[in-house]
């Protein structure tokens, strides 16, 4: 994991949108890693959501998320965004960045794990979903 700043996040309503950002800090090239983000809601274990290679860009994402969330990256701002859209009160959760991910099925489920394991990459966001 590396150090990383620019984490934000929010309350939204039902069926809302909210972007989440994550930025390295200043040496650490983007570039070289795949990055993603996990989520963990209280007394639920942590779920990883989201990851984009470094690569070919390709994204993944847990079937909990997909078609409603999208990750992206801008190397060149070394940062990576989680557009959500579509929120559902199931959405809330402390959401954080990591990297070296990768996507896994479980179950027939698509899901993302990380190296490391659900350590966060710079501060973790409260993302609330409420009417």
């Known amino acids: 994991l590396r150090a990383a700043a620019g984490v934000w996040g929010g309350l939204v309503q039902p069926g809302g949108s909210l972007r989440l950002s994550c930025t390295t800090t200043?040496?650490?090239?983007?570039?070289?890693?795949?990055i993603g983000w996990f989520r963990q809601a209280p007394g639920k274990e942590p779920e990883g959501v989201s990851c984009?290679?470094?690569?070919?860009?390709?994204?993944d994402y847990a079937d909990s998320v997909k078609g409603r969330f999208t990750i992206s990256r801008d190397n060149a701002k070394n940062t990576a965004y989680l557009q959500m859209n579509s929120l559902k009160p199931e959405d809330t959760a402390v959401y954080y960045c990591?990297?070296?991910?990768?996507?896994?099925?479980?179950?027939?489920?698509?899901?993302?794990?990380?190296?490391?394991?659900?350590?966060?990459w710079g501060k973790g966001t409260q993302v609330t979903v409420s009417s």
């Open positions: 984009i290679s470094n690569t070919d860009d390709a994204t």
């Open positions: 990591a990297t070296d991910c990768i996507q896994y099925y479980s179950g027939g489920f698509s899901r993302i794990r990380f190296a490391y394991g659900m350590e966060s």
């Open positions: 200043s040496g650490f090239s983007l570039d070289n890693y795949a």
